[in-house]
Nanobody, 116 residues
Framework: QVQLVESGGGLVQPGGSLRLSCAAS????????MTWYRQAPGKERELVAS????????NYADSVKGRFTISRDNAKNTVYLQMNSLKPEDTAVYYC?????????WGQGTQVTVSS
């Protein structure tokens, strides 16, 4: 079955960096767009970044452009989110997502807290 497992979250000071990972299994990873979303307390879930199957096309939310980088390693079935210059407003649970044919899949999420 399809599984998405995020890791790499934690507590970081403003201006710091974190790298999130999402390990995927149960489908042909390189065929599908992978997306990172986040949800802050009391807010709706929002798209952060997405990457095409072969990694040649990326999209970012305006709020993270220039600070976050999405990448993937299809040999390892893993997608990454490198987050630099973190701000308190980046505090959220970050989720990995993919859509296969008719089904949407989510990971369990990883907490990112940016605070001094």
């Amino acid at each position: 079955q399809v599984q998405l497992v995020e890791s790499g979250g934690g507590l970081v000071q403003p201006g710091g960096s974190l790298r999130l990972s999402c390990a995927a299994s149960g489908f042909i990873f390189s065929w599908y767009i992978m997306t990172w979303y986040r949800q802050a307390p009391g807010k709706e879930r929002e798209l952060v970044a997405s990457i095409s199957g072969v990694g040649n096309s990326r999209n970012y939310a305006d709020s993270v452009k220039g600070r976050f980088t999405i990448s993937r390693d299809n040999a390892k079935n893993t997608v990454y989110l490198q987050m630099n210059s973190l701000k308190p407003e980046d505090t959220a649970v970050y989720y990995c997502n993919t859509v296969l044919t008719r089904e949407t899949y989510w990971g369990q999420g990883t907490q990112v807290t940016v605070s001094s």
